[in-house]
């Protein structure tokens, strides 16, 4: 098993531009979920799935739109990138998204807006 | 809202024992996480307590929970050049979606 895994590993954008980070999760998880951390601050959730088809806003989902049309596929886009979504952003999965299931983190993408 | 608070900074000289300390607001939290982060990496899930529980043990890892000062805590016994990392702290009320992560607490290991 892969685990989860995020393309690409670094971004850089200038403002306005569009672009999707990209997540994959091998194990039939049915929960995932996207965080951005911000230096100095924990991690803040973006959105998240609880199965294909389903999706939800977190804490700070504005600039952002995601997708779940298959059960291991959860990709995170950027309309419009700001210099504020300037972040590394970790994609995650769990079995039911229960609090005692174990979430595992994809390796993160480091994104810079211009 | 619910807020979790780490300081950011530890440094521990090796093969001493590495405390690091959490505090929660909300006390209908039902389960605390440490998650940790090394460099370059995603978070790892290193243990959970139940907010019914006051310790929990796993091999050179205990867990503290004092509930009555919404005050966790993870000793790391041993600490060894491996653990440096950013440890950080959570706390959930029912599901994935509603957990709140500290900012993080970075270890430093000096010989």
């Known amino acids: 098993n892969a685990g989860v895994t995020q393309t690409p590993k670094f971004q850089v954008l200038k403002t306005g531009q569009s672009m999707t980070l990209q997540c994959a999760q091998d194990m039939n998880h049915e929960y995932m979920s996207w965080y951005r951390q911000d230096p100095g601050m924990g991690l803040r959730l973006i959105h998240y799935s609880v199965g294909a088809g389903i999706t939800d806003q977190g804490e700070v989902p504005n600039g952002y739109n995601v997708s779940r049309s298959t059960t291991e596929d959860f990709p995170l886009r950027l309309l419009s990138a700001a210099p504020s979504q300037t972040s590394v952003y970790f994609c995650a999965s769990s079995s039911s998204g229960t609090s005692t299931d174990t979430q595992y983190f994809g390796p993160g993408t480091r994104l810079t807006v211009l | 809202g619910e807020d979790v608070e780490q300081s950011l900074f530890l440094s521990v000289r090796e093969g001493d024992s590495s405390v690091i300390n959490c505090t929660y607001t909300d006390s209908s939290s039902t389960y605390l996480y440490w998650y940790k982060q090394e460099p370059g990496a995603g978070l790892q899930l290193l243990t959970y307590?139940?907010?019914?529980?006051d310790m929990k043990q796993d091999q050179r890892l205990t867990v503290l929970l004092n509930k009555k000062d919404k005050h966790l805590s993870l000793r790391i016994a041993d600490t060894q050049t491996g653990d440096s990392a950013i440890y950080f702290c959570a706390a959930s009320y029912s599901s994935a979606s509603k957990i709140i992560f500290g900012s993080g607490t970075r270890l430093s290991i000096r010989p």
């Open positions: 307590i139940f907010s019914n529980m």
